[in-house]
């Protein structure tokens, strides 16, 4: 299963509709995070510019992702 978490789902339709499961986060609020990412094993997070501090909104994503159990693998 591959999960899109965004802020706003209705730009990304196009997503849902090639079988994505589309789930609501927004970087500012890391409980938005707890939701998004149940049932994820690996998390790829993609930067985006934008108006706040980027290590506290990476800190919000992967802060969640730990809590809720989400696991990275080494690749060599």
């Known amino acids: 299963m591959l999960v899109g978490e965004v802020r706003d ?9 090639r079988g994505v499961v589309v ?7 890391r409980s938005t995070y707890r939701d998004a990412v ?3 094993e690996r998390l790829l997070l993609i930067s985006t510019p934008g108006a706040g ?6 800190a919000n994503v992967v802060g ?4 809720a159990g989400v696991r990275c693998h080494d690749q060599q």
Request: proline share 0%.
């Open 64 to 67: 969640a992702a730990v809590d």
């Open 9 to 17: 789902s209705a730009k990304v339709t196009d997503f849902a509709q």
């Open 23 to 29: 789930r609501h986060a927004d970087y500012t609020d």
């Open 38 to 40: 149940d049932g994820v």
């Open 53 to 58: 501090a980027t290590d506290t909104r990476h």
